[in-house]
T-cell receptor, first 115, second 110 residues
Framework: NAGVTQTPKFRVLKTGQSMTLLCAQDMNHEYMYWYRQDPGMGLRLIHYSVGEGTTAKGEVPDGYNVSRLKKQNFLLGLESAAPSQTSVYFC??????????????FGPGTRLTVT | RKEVEQDPGPFNVPEGATVAFNCTYSNSASQSFFWYRQDCRKEPKLLMSVYSSGNEDGRFTAQLNRASQYISLLIRDSKLSDSATYLCVVNKAGYSTLTFGKGTMLLVSP
């Protein structure tokens, strides 16, 4: 049981290049999330999805696009990378339901540097 | 006022010490509260949920004060392995997302 995996683990981009980060989960979770984490800023939500085919904007969506074509995958795209997008990107997932526990399971992160 | 505020620390304590962290949240509609732990360069992981009546998990005790809108985490008998950043996390009823504080760093020394 792999949990939440992220591809790639590291990447260096030049300004203006594009790339896609892949998040995959094998826990049959409905909800998936993309965060970025910067020093002194904490975790900030970029986009999220509450089910296959749905996406929604988070706190810092500008410069990013997402797609959830399959339940187990959540893709984060950078169309034209900027140095301000240098960050660590975390994907997370959780089951749906109205339970009190909202534990999100995180992937190991992708370290992206834009030069 | 920020949604979730924490003292960034670091808190430097010797092994065996008791240490407490506080966190304040701004939205009175918040319904669910958690502490996550994040090791250096690793992903966050759930440490414990925080219940209105307070709850304990081994050496860790969490308390919630709804009237003052703050959450606390107490760690007793600190271990070297407790060194990490502790994230205060809040959920609003009816929302699918969590709001994370920036974290409090704990360093436990021999």
């Amino acid at each position: 049981n792999a949990g939440v995996t992220q591809t790639p683990k590291f990447r260096v981009l030049k300004t203006g290049q594009s790339m896609t980060l892949l998040c995959a989960q094998d826990m049959n979770h409905e909800y998936m999330y993309w965060y970025r984490q910067d020093p002194g800023m904490g975790l900030r939500l970029i986009h999220y999805s509450v089910g296959e085919g749905t996406t929604a904007k988070g706190e810092v969506p500008d410069g990013y696009n997402v797609s959830r074509l399959k339940k187990q995958n959540f893709l984060l795209g950078l169309e034209s990378a900027a140095p301000s997008q240098t960050s660590v990107y975390f994907c997370a997932s959780r089951p749906s339901g109205r339970g009190e526990i909202h534990e999100q399971y995180f992937g190991p992160g992708t370290r992206l540097t834009v030069t | 006022r920020k949604e979730v505020e924490q003292d960034p620390g670091p808190f430097n304590v010797p092994e065996g010490a008791t240490v407490a962290f506080n966190c304040t949240y701004s939205n009175s509609a918040s319904q669910s509260f958690f502490w996550y732990r994040q090791d250096c360069r690793k992903e966050p992981k759930l440490l414990m949920s925080v219940y209105s009546s307070g709850n304990e998990d081994g050496r860790f005790t969490a308390q919630l004060n709804r009237a003052s809108q703050y959450i606390s985490l107490l760690i007793r008998d600190s271990k070297l392995s407790d060194s990490a950043t502790y994230l205060c996390v809040v959920n609003k009823a009816g929302y699918s997302t969590l709001t994370f504080g920036k974290g409090t760093m704990l360093l436990v020394s021999p």
